[in-house]
T-cell receptor, first 116, second 111 residues
Framework: GAGVSQSPSNKVTEKGKDVELRCDPI?????LYWYRQRLGQGLEFLIY????????KSGLPSDRFSAERTGESVSTLTIQRTQQEDSAVYLC??????????????FGSGTQLSVL | DAKTTQPTSMDCAEGRAANLPCNHS???????VYWYRQIHSQGPQYIIH???NNETNEMASLIITEDRKSSTLILPHATLRDTAVYYC????????????FGKGTSLLVTP
C-alpha cells in the first residue's frame, strides 16, 4: 500500500492479557516511530527505530512494553499483562532516511486499544 | 528542542484565512519550525516546515519573524475539513530523534 498500515484497527482485551500491535511502514522508510494517545490527550512518544535498531526507547512506560522491528520493515509493539491505563490509540509513523526529510513523519490510522 | 507556546483553541469562519501563531522565543540557529495537524480520529499529517525564510506549499504558508522567535501558519481559505489540532514543533533537522508534539491549537472552522 501507499501509506503506513496498522493492524488491528481496534482491539478489545481483558486486563492481564498480552496484546500485539502491528505496523507496516511505507516501503523504503528506515525510521519508524510508535506513539500513544490517550483520549483527549496529546501524543506520547514510546520508541524510535532506525533500521532494525532502537536508539531511543526512552518513552516506553514500563517493562511490560516492548517493540521489535525485523527486516527494516514491519514492527510489532507488544504489551504484556495489559492494564486499564494502557487503553489508548497507538500510532505508528515512518519517515525517509534522506537528509531534510527525516522529520516528515507519515502516520498510520492507529490501533484503538481498549482494556476492560 | 526549543519550547513552543500555542493558543489552546481558535475559531475561523469558512472561507476566511486561518492564522495560527506559535511562539518559540528560545529557538536556536539550527532549529527548524515544523507544523503538523491532526484531524479527529486520524494520525497527524505533516504540513510544512521552514528555517528562516517564509515557505508556501499547496496546504499552507509559514511566516517566520526575522528574529525567528515566533511564526504563523496560514491556511488562506479555511474549509470545514481544516478543523483539526495544529502542532508547532521546533527541532534540529536530521537529529534522528522523535518529534515532541505538545498540546497544539484546536482550530474550529465554522460555516
Amino acid at each position: 500500500g501507499a501509506g503506513v498500515s496498522q493492524s488491528p484497527s481496534n482491539k478489545v482485551t481483558e486486563k492481564g492479557k498480552d496484546v500485539e500491535l502491528r505496523c507496516d511502514p511505507i516501503s523504503g522508510h528506515t525510521a519508524l516511530y510508535w506513539y500513544r494517545q490517550r483520549l483527549g490527550q496529546g501524543l506520547e512518544f514510546l520508541i524510535y527505530f532506525q533500521g532494525n535498531s532502537a536508539p531511543d526507547k526512552s518513552g516506553l512506560p514500563s517493562d511490560r512494553f516492548s517493540a521489535e522491528r525485523t527486516g527494516e520493515s514491519v514492527s510489532t509493539l507488544t504489551i504484556q499483562r495489559t492494564q486499564q491505563e494502557d487503553s489508548a490509540v497507538y500510532l505508528c509513523a515512518s519517515s525517509p532516511a534522506f537528509l531534510g526529510a527525516r522529520e516528515k513523519l507519515f502516520f498510520g490510522s492507529g490501533t484503538q486499544l481498549s482494556v476492560l | 528542542d526549543a519550547k513552543t507556546t500555542q493558543p489552546t483553541s481558535m475559531d475561523c469562519a469558512e472561507g476566511r484565512a486561518a492564522n495560527l501563531p506559535c511562539n518559540h522565543s528560545t529557538i536556536s540557529g539550527n532549529e527548524y519550525v515544523y507544523w503538523y495537524r491532526q484531524i479527529h480520529s486520524q494520525g497527524p499529517q505533516y504540513i510544512i516546515h521552514g528555517l528562516k525564510n517564509n515557505e508556501t506549499n499547496e496546504m499552507a504558508s509559514l511566516i517566520i519573524t526575522e528574529d525567528r522567535k515566533s511564526s504563523t501558519l496560514i491556511l488562506p481559505h479555511a474549509t470545514l475539513r481544516d478543523t483539526a489540532v495544529y502542532y508547532c514543533i521546533v527541532r534540529v533537522i536530521n537529529s534522528g530523534y522523535a518529534l515532541n508534539f505538545g498540546k497544539g491549537t484546536s482550530l474550529l472552522v465554522t460555516p
